[in-house]
């Protein structure tokens, strides 16, 4: 399955001043797939080391920060040919299972500038935000892999050339009908399965929805467990109180977070390191409030008011107990929980695509789903998950703040119209991914 990270990957690759590379993001995302295919197809060798699988392998590193002696040992011991820089990638994989691995990395950029090295590892996150690690600030390259987006999914599923015809479109021009149906439909199917590579390989070679429910269940149950095994003794009960919420919390009419809706009793206080948890390991977004929408952003965010996202759509559907059948038919029962689906697979969209989204609301009499920097500008954001794009708040701030313009993003076709002087395109939602290219 062709994953959009490559392309990162080259770029970090063809570098002048590369470094070695953490290569973060949920687990089960395809970080190691990603890493190796990537050496297999641009390197003449890939040397491949896993710390969990070989944990002696951890004892190259004991002895001192000799990047040619770890070389040479680790090369003796398991990978059996000599690694040349330039022709070999260098992977360690599961790298948090070995700290000082992680510390040598800056002894790797020192004296080995010329040598490809990349790092991954399940919650690789987590550990690097909670555990007493000496990171190598500025001597490393990060970058971030989340599930797949949709476009990439239409490209597993074999709709490739259907992408190319529509991606080249004029912005105005409406989508026919003949394409228009294959990408509402194929939406839906992103809707169930999600982006988990696993569970999309599954259904690119079944089409079965049945599968893909015991698949995404394996997931779940294998995130559960990762809480006891891997998450501070007192917050484990936290994190699964705090990940079983996430979708109640999401369907409720105002589904900003709520610590006290989480558990009965408990207060922000004692559940904000469990949250920080699952947003490390790259499990959940969060979702800021902005009130004064005015450049950074990030400035003028409120990070205690906020909202909270799954990572993949198809396991919050899965948690939250919607079958297949229920979004394929959209039966009544699924109206209530369409909007939040929507909200979940255009936050999820929005990082993906490297924005970092906020949401606007001004006292209790409008709110904006989502805003973005791009440009020196910001940009407004409407999600519908109908047709109809009928968007009080969105008016309601572009007459406060004058944007250039925005987004309604909705079921409807492509167009644009002036909402209070701000050019606002129509963009549905299965073409998320043209956003930079109107931008």
Known sequence: MKRDIIRQL???????????????????????YSLKEFGTCYFDEVAYFNFEQNQFIASAFEYDYDVERILRELTTAVHGKKI???????????IQACPKAITSLK????????????????????????????????????????????????????????????DNYDNTREIPEMFSLPLSKALKNYYIVGGMPEVVKKWVNTHDYVDVDKIQDN????????????????????????????????AK??????????KAGKRSAELEDALQWLVDAGLIYRLELVENAELPLSFHANATSFKVYMADNGLLRRKSGISAKTIVEETELYKNFKGAFTENYVMTELIKLGFKPYFWRSGNTAELGFLIEANDRIIPIEAKAEISTKAKSYGQFCRKYRPQYGFKLSMKNVGNNSVEQTMTYSLPLYLMWKIKKYL
């Open 253 to 262: 009419e105002n589904n900003k977070f709520v610590f006290s809706h989480v």
């Open 219 to 250: 997931i779940l149950t294998d995130y559960s467990s990762d809480f006891s095994k891997h998450a501070p003794i007192n917050d484990i009960p936290k994190l699964g109180w705090i990940w079983d919420s996430v979708s109640q919390q999401l």
């Open 84 to 94: 040349a820089a330039g022709k070999t990638l260098v992977v360690f994989d599961e």
């Open 10 to 32: 080259l770029k970090w690759k063809d570098s002048d001043d590369r470094k070695p590379l953490i290569l973060t993001g949920v687990r089960q995302c395809g970080k190691t």
């Open 107 to 166: 002894y790797f950029y020192e004296n080995m500038p010329e040598l490809h090295l990349a790092c991954a590892g399940s919650l690789l996150g987590v550990a690097l935000n909670h555990e007493n690690i000496s990171f190598p600030v500025g001597k490393v390259d990060r970058l971030q892999m989340y599930p797949m987006s949709f476009i990439e999914f239409l490209k597993a599923d074999g709709m490739e050339d259907l992408i190319q015809l529509v």
